[in-house]
C-alpha cells in the first residue's frame, strides 16, 4: 500500500516529528511503500541542518536525511512556510528538497493513506 | 466497502489539556477504530477522570494505545482502562491499511 | 484518476499563529489541482469564520480575505458544526461567508465518506 | 506591602481549548486580577459557556481583556461579559507596575 | 542584593517537546546563581513527575534525569497540587521524588508571594 | 520601572511573539525601562535572519532588530535552545545576541517585573 506523510510540527516544540518518523520506518519496515513526507507550517523546521542539538539528544534532522538517503524517501518541504521561518536552500539539510504545495495535494492523490502528525 | 470499513481516528493531546480526545469520540461512525498516541495516551489510565469517557467509547468501538509512547510517559506498568489494545508502530501502520483513511485530532 | 475527495477541518482558532491560514491555502490549492475539496469548521475553528475580524497594521495577514476566494475556487458548502457555535454563544450570523450547518452525527458521517482528512 | 499587592494573571488560551483559563481563576488570591489577551480574550464574550465563569471571578476580582486582540477576532463589537475592563498595551503596562508580579497560563 | 524568589510552574505534560526539560534546565541554572528557587507542578504538569519514564533509544533526551539534581541545587521542597494528581487517579506514591502535597488554595497564596513566576 | 520580557514562542507559529513586541513598545511608550528581551524554548526562532515572509505579512524578525536599533534593546537568544533550533550566528538577525541562561536570571533579578510570552 502506498503511504504519505504529513509532518506540521517542528522537531524540539514537540513529539510530533519523531512519531512522524518511526512511523515512516515502520511503513518501510512492513514493505510498503512511502511515497512522500511532506513538511509543512511548523515542521519546515525538521529540513534546518543548523539544529545542534546537546549530547544524547536525538538530532531528527540528521535522521530525517538518513531515512532520505538509505531509502529514497522523497522529502519536501513547503516553500512558502519555509521562507516565513527560515527555512531555505542555504540552510537546507541533505535529502530534502524544497518545493510547492502542490506536492502535499499530488502526494494525497498518489498515496492510498495520507497520515497526519501535529497540526 | 467492505476493503474501506471506515476511518481510523488518531489522538495526540492529552484530555485534560484541549477538547480533542472528547470531539474525536463523539465524531465516531460505525467501523470507527481509535489510536491514541503522544499525549494521547494519558486518557488510556484507568482512574484519570475521562476514563468514563472511553470506557463508553469502547462499548462500540476498538481503542488502541501506542505502546512506546506509554513506556515513554511512565505509563507501561500501569492500569489501563479494560478493553484497550496497545500497539507498536508497525501496528499502527496496520491499522492504517484496514482502515479507510487517518484522522488525526491534534 | 477521478479527483479525491479532500477535506480540511478547521479546529484551532484564527489569530493564534499562521495554521489556520496555512490550512486555508493548502485547502484553495488543492482545490486548484482539480480536486474535490471540503472544508469544515468545529470547536474552537468556528472562530475563524466570525465576521468583522480587524488585522492591525502590525498584526498577521488578514488570512479571512481568503475565505472570499472560496467561491471562486469552487469550494462549497462550507461545513459548520452547529454545536460547536452554540457552546460559543454564536449562530449563523455571526459568520463572513453563507454555511451549511451541520449536527455532529451528521457531520461525522460526511468525514467518514472522505478519502483524505487533513488537518487539525 | 500597598505597593505590591497581588499578582496580575494572564491567559492567552482559548477557554474551550485547554484548562488555563480555568486553573487561572482557580488560584485567584485578595487583590489579584486576570488580562485575557490572544485567544484567551474568546471567554470574555457573553453567551459563551464560560461566561459564568467569568462573571463569578468578577465578583471579586478585575477582569480586563486586551482590546487590539479583541478587534483582531472580531469581537470589538460584540458584547462581552459585563464588567470585563478592556485595555491597550499601555494599560497593559499599567496594570503590570501596579500588581507585584506578572504571571502567565499559558 | 537579595536573592530574588523565583518560582517555576509546570503545567504542560513531559515528552511533548522540550518546552518541560527547558524549564527545568532553566530553574537549576537560577539556583546555580544564587536565587531561591521553587518548583511547582500542576494541572498536566504533574505527569512530569511520574516514576518509570522510560526514554527511548530514538527520543527526546531523558529530561526526568534532571530531577535528581534537585538536591544538589537545593531546590526543595518541590510543590505539587493534590487536585491535579487526583483527577489523573494518582498520588504522591506513584511520583519518582518526594514532593509537598499543597491544596489549590495554599499553593495560590505561595505563588502570590514570589517575585518572578515563570513559566505555564 | 524595569522591565524584562521573556519570549517562548516562534513567530509564525502563534501570536505572543507579536504581542511580546507591542508589549515591549508600550513599556517604551510609558517611559519604562527595557532591560532585556530573553528567547527562549521556540521563541529564538524571532532571531532567524533567513525569514522572509511573503507580503503583507508581518515580519516579526526584522521588526525586532528595528527595535534594538532604534532604542538600544539587548535582545538575547539562549545559545542551547537556538543550537538545538538551528538558530546561531550564521542565520542570526542584526540587533540580537547570542548567550546563555544566566542572562535570563540576571534580567529576573535586574527587573522589576519579568512578563511572560507564550510557553
Same mark, same amino acid.
Given at each position: ?29 512492513? !514493505? ?6 511532506? &513538511? ?13 542539538? !546537546? ?16 531509502? *529514497? ?17 542555504? *540552510? ?9 504545495? !502542490? ?13 497526519? &502528525?501535529?497540526? | ?106 | ?120
Amino acid at each position: 500500500m502506498k503511504f504519505a506523510i504529513l509532518v506540521n510540527e517542528a522537531p524540539f516544540g514537540h513529539q510530533a516529528a519523531q512519531s512522524a518518523l518511526s512511523f515512516a520506518r515502520a511503513v518501510l519496515s512492513s !514493505g510498503h511503500d512511502l511515497v512522500r513526507v511532506f &513538511f509543512y507550517c511548523d515542521g519546515v523546521q525538521n529540513a534546518n541542518r543548523l539544529a545542534a542539538p !546537546g549530547n544524547g539528544e536525538t538530532n531528527l534532522v540528521r535522521d530525517w536525511s538518513r531515512l532520505a538517503s538509505d531509502n *529514497n524517501v522523497d522529502l519536501v518541504v513547503c516553500i512558502a512556510a519555509g521562507l516565513r521561518r527560515g527555512v531555505r536552500d542555504a *540552510n537546507l539539510a541533505p535529502g530534502f528538497r524544497i518545493s510547492g504545495l !502542490g506536492q502535499m495535494v499530488e502526494a494525497a492523490v498518489l498515496a492510498d493513506r495520507l497520515v497526519t &502528525f501535529g497540526g | 466497502m467492505s476493503d474501506r470499513p471506515a476511518p481510523l481516528h488518531t489522538v495526540n493531546k492529552s484530555p485534560l489539556a484541549g477538547p480533542a480526545l472528547q470531539s474525536c469520540l463523539a465524531h465516531l461512525t460505525d467501523g470507527a477504530a481509535v489510536l491514541l498516541m503522544e499525549d494521547g495516551v494519558y486518557a488510556a489510565l484507568a482512574g484519570a477522570l475521562c476514563a468514563g469517557l472511553l470506557a463508553d467509547a469502547l462499548r462500540d468501538h476498538p481503542v488502541y494505545v501506542l505502546g512506546p509512547d506509554l513506556a515513554l510517559r511512565g505509563l507501561a506498568g500501569r492500569a489501563l482502562v479494560p478493553g484497550v489494545s496497545i500497539v507498536d508502530y508497525e501496528g499502527f501502520v496496520t491499522l492504517a491499511t484496514r482502515h479507510s483513511l487517518v484522522q488525526a485530532w491534534v | 484518476m477521478r479527483p479525491k475527495r479532500l477535506l480540511f477541518v478547521a479546529r484551532c482558532p484564527p489569530h493564534g499563529g499562521a495554521r489556520a491560514a496555512e490550512m486555508l491555502d493548502a485547502a484553495l490549492i488543492a482545490a486548484s489541482f482539480g480536486q474535490d475539496v471540503h472544508l469544515a469548521f468545529l470547536d474552537d475553528g468556528v472562530f475563524q469564520l466570525l465576521a468583522d475580524q480587524q488585522p492591525g497594521p502590525d498584526g498577521p495577514r488578514n488570512f479571512a480575505a481568503g475565505f472570499a476566494d472560496l467561491d471562486d475556487y469552487d469550494i462549497d458548502p462550507v461545513w459548520v458544526e452547529r454545536d460547536s457555535l452554540g457552546v460559543r454563544g454564536l449562530s449563523a450570523g455571526d459568520l463572513m461567508i453563507p454555511v451549511t450547518l451541520l449536527d455532529r452525527r451528521d457531520l461525522a458521517e460526511r468525514m467518514a465518506e472522505m478519502d483524505v482528512v487533513i488537518g487539525s
